[in-house]
């Protein structure tokens, strides 16, 4: 079945101690993206990816870090977490660099920070 | 600041009715244009995409679209109580390629009652 797979799905932890949250497609896309999701707020990306080793700054990256060593794989760092990093994740990815390209969105990670 | 603008709802329609989602964005340059349906702790999926002037119709729904206002909206017809979710309206602004430069809009709620 064609997914993005997100891990976890919920998340507790204490500030300042690092985390990842991984993202997997096996659609072979090419482009792939984090977003964060807070009430009021709506959807805001946090970083996306073009294509292998190719990352790019959305609107809120600050606190946060990825990586693109392979296709498939973009997972989503927090190195030093704090409370207002509490949120709902979602991943995404789309097959290509084209517009029309359409989103392709995980479960979602809901990430509590004390 | 590239914006795009949802009333945030909610919006109640009776079972039956034509319900009316809409979005305005602030960039001119915007090339295409997708509204997300997102149901209550769930992620986002893609029910439409427009790039043209006018309206393009799926099944139920039909987007329009006018660049000159800046505007685009998602008509429902013979509105379901499984059709209740959270509307997002996604904007495209089209240089650099891709969904690098996808917005979202904060969402539209929408309450069909039996």
């Known amino acids: 079945e064609a997914q993005v797979t997100q891990n976890p799905r919920y998340l507790i932890t204490v500030t300042g101690k690092k985390l990842t949250v991984t993202c997997s497609q096996n659609?072979?896309?090419?482009?792939m993206s984090w977003y964060r999701q807070d009430p009021g707020l709506g959807l805001r990306q946090i970083y996306y990816?073009?294509?292998?080793?190719?990352?790019d700054k959305g609107d809120v990256p600050e606190g946060y870090k990825v990586s693109r060593k392979e296709k498939r794989n973009f997972p989503l760092i927090l190195e030093s977490p704090s409370p207002n990093q509490t949120s709902l994740y979602f991943c995404?990815?789309?097959?290509?660099?084209?517009?029309?390209?359409?989103?392709?969105f995980g479960n979602g990670t809901r990430l509590t920070v004390t | 600041q590239k914006e795009v603008e949802q009333n945030s709802g909610p919006l109640s329609v009776p079972e039956g009715a034509i319900a009316s989602l809409n979005c305005t964005y602030s960039?001119?340059?915007?090339?295409?244009f997708f509204w997300y349906r997102q149901y209550s702790g769930k992620s986002p999926e893609l029910i439409m995409f427009?790039?043209?002037?006018g309206d393009k119709e799926d099944g139920r729904f039909t987007a329009q679209l006018n660049k000159a206002s800046q505007y685009v909206s998602l008509l429902i017809r013979d509105s379901q109580p499984s059709d209740s979710a959270t509307y997002l309206c996604?904007?495209?602004?089209?240089?650099?390629?891709?969904?690098?430069?996808?917005?979202f809009g904060k969402g539209t709620k929408l309450s069909v009652k039996p």
């Open positions: 995404a990815s789309s097959l290509n660099r084209d517009d029309n390209s359409p989103l392709h």
């Open positions: 990816s073009m294509n292998v080793e190719v990352t």
């Open positions: 996604a904007v495209n602004l089209g240089y650099g390629g891709s969904q690098g430069n996808l917005i």
């Open positions: 960039d001119r340059g915007s090339q295409s």
């Open positions: 427009i790039y043209s002037n």
């Open positions: 659609m072979n896309h090419e482009y």
